[in-house]
């Protein structure tokens, strides 16, 4: 049978990241992609330029049309823009009681431009985090998750996974893309108790748009099929893949898109 998956996060009108690249992971991946919206966002490749948030009620009511009619295998949330959003995601989502919940934290974007209002930290590590099967920040975003300051290591990633679990979500890959001065990209699973170390070649490119939600959401496309840690697995051979393959593509003048459909497109 093939697997539901919702996205509830941003868009992009350059389809490199958020809503877009999720459905296009999602569909890579074999698996069928619904999806609710939370804000619109005009962003291309060299940045984000603004947004607007939706009314958190309709964003709950786009969860419930969805909920009422299809079965859910397994969500993903991205952007929530704000706290009153991501209370009324945190509310449908214990309504609704999906199986496999994947939060990537999504506060700021590449071009440095904020996606989180600051007083809403709180309401996604409060009330997201908890219901969340895995979460999938990156270092900047752990960071204000644990409301700290550090120049990060490799030895303090691996540390600070802990910390990040008690914040209640089940599992926790903190990501390592932008630890400096390593040939690879060291990332830490941790479940509470044990941690896995999971790397590979850093990849020089410029074409790193939606690298974020690209990983989170080729997580929640393999939950209902597999474990977390062969879902992350599966998820970073093929974001490491789509990366290399990149190239390829001819999309913008500033950071460019992952090619999500690299082994599907005929001649590419």
């Not at 999720?22 to 069928?32: M, R």
């Not at 969805?66 to 959003?85: E, L, P, Q, T, Y």
């Not at 934290?105 to 590449?110: D, N, Q, R, S, T």
């Not at 060291?186 to 690209?214: M, Y």
């Amino acid at each position: 049978m093939i697997a539901n998956v919702l996205t509830i996060a941003g868009t992009d009108p350059s389809g490199g990241a958020g809503i877009q690249a999720d459905i296009k992971t999602f569909s890579a991946l074999g698996v069928y992609a619904t999806s609710v919206i939370t804000a619109v966002v005009a962003q291309n490749t060299q940045g984000v330029r603004s947004f607007v948030a939706l009314e958190p009620q309709f964003v709950a009511e786009q969860i419930d049309a969805v909920f009422d009619d299809v079965r859910i295998d397994a969500v993903k949330i991205g952007m929530v823009a704000n706290a009153a959003i991501a209370e009324a995601i945190a509310a449908r989502l214990r309504h609704h009681r999906p199986h496999n919940i994947v939060l990537d934290p999504v506060m700021v974007a590449k071009s440095g431009h904020h996606l989180l209002d600051p007083e809403a930290v709180a309401s996604v590590r409060d009330l997201l985090i908890p219901l969340a099967t895995v979460i999938t920040p990156n270092l900047p975003e752990a960071a204000v998750l644990l409301g700290i300051e550090t120049s990060w290591s490799i030895a303090e990633m691996k540390e600070r996974a802990s910390d990040l679990a008690r914040l209640g979500s089940e599992w926790v890959l903190i990501k390592g893309g932008h630890l400096a001065g390593t040939d690879q990209s060291v990332d830490f699973l941790h479940d509470g108790k044990n941690t896995i170390e999971l790397s590979a070649p850093r990849i020089s490119t410029d074409n790193d748009h939606g690298t974020g939600c690209t990983l989170s959401a080729a997580i929640a496309a393999s939950l209902p099929s597999n474990d977390v840690p062969e879902s992350v697995r599966r998820a970073k051979g093929y974001m490491h893949e789509a990366l290399l393959a990149s190239g390829k593509l001819d999309v913008g003048h500033g950071h460019g898109p992952l090619h999500h459909f690299y082994n599907l497109w005929q001649g590419t």
